[in-house]
């Protein structure tokens, strides 16, 4: 069973930077991508960046030279470094696990596995 653990988030003011870390266990080395998502209330869930399978990444404009996704295979950790934080960034941040490839990376329904989430608040 695969198990994701996100940490890191917090409150920080407007220009301020954040890094979360989502460390993985279980059988995660057969995996197609593994990504960011943020849920703000009454918005829909929004794919941040990815990492695909030959270690490249993706990014959604909204967060485009504000945010680095990274990796360390040695920790079996996710992280993205968040910088230059805007009240809009305030959400719940999950990642993600994708085994099919099947979907557009940034569609949420087509992750099967997800961490319990960590609250990002940028205030003004």
């Known amino acids: 069973q695969v198990r994701l653990v996100e940490s890191g988030g917090g409150s920080v003011q407007t220009g301020g930077s954040l890094k979360l870390s989502c460390e993985a266990s279980g059988n995660t080395y057969r995996k197609f991508c593994m990504g960011w998502f943020r849920h ?52 719940m941040y999950y990642c993600a696990i994708d085994y099919t490839g099947g979907n557009w990376w940034y569609e949420a329904f087509g992750y099967q596995y997800w961490g319990q989430g960590t609250q990002v608040t940028v205030s003004s």
């Open 40 to 91: 703000a209330p009454g918005k829909k869930r929004e794919g941040l960046a990815v990492e695909r399978r030959d270690g490249s990444p993706l990014y959604a404009d909204s967060v485009k030279g504000r945010f680095t996704i990274s990796k360390d295979n040695a920790k079996n950790t996710l992280y993205l470094q968040m910088n230059s934080l805007k009240p809009e960034d305030t959400a």
